[in-house]
């Protein structure tokens, strides 16, 4: 099993930063690669990043060019940097840990955007 905790988000004005922080646990060797999703209010949950075991990274169009997925192994975290933010970036971010069987989610952290 693999548990996910999420961390870094916060209220910040528009065209601000975070960094949101996903830490890994438990069976880290079963991981091929983490995902970055959110859900805003009243919507669907929609997937924002990943970044693969090799390090091969995507993004949804929509925060192509602002947000950039990373990683620290030594650490068993990976990081989502969010810069540029506009408001319809509000909503709850999850990390997301691809592994046999059933995929393993965090508990989310809350981003907030105002204008």
């Known amino acids: 099993q693999v548990q996910l905790v999420e961390s870094g988000g916060g209220l910040v004005q528009a065209g601000g930063s975070l960094r949101l922080s996903c830490a890994a646990s438990g069976s880290i060797s079963s991981i091929s690669a983490i995902y970055w999703h959110r859900q805003a209010p009243g919507k669907q949950r929609e997937w924002v990043a990943i970044?693969?075991?090799?390090?091969?990274?995507n993004y949804a169009d929509s925060v192509k060019g602002r947000f950039a997925i990373s990683r620290d192994n030594n650490k068993n975290t990976v990081y989502l940097q969010m810069n540029s933010l506009k408001p319809e970036d509000t909503g709850v971010y999850y990390c997301?840990?691809?592994?046999?069987?059933?995929?393993?989610w965090g508990q989310g952290t809350q981003v907030t955007i105002s204008t």
């Open positions: 970044i693969t075991n090799g390090g091969r990274t």
């Open positions: 997301k840990a691809a592994v046999p069987g059933t995929d393993s």
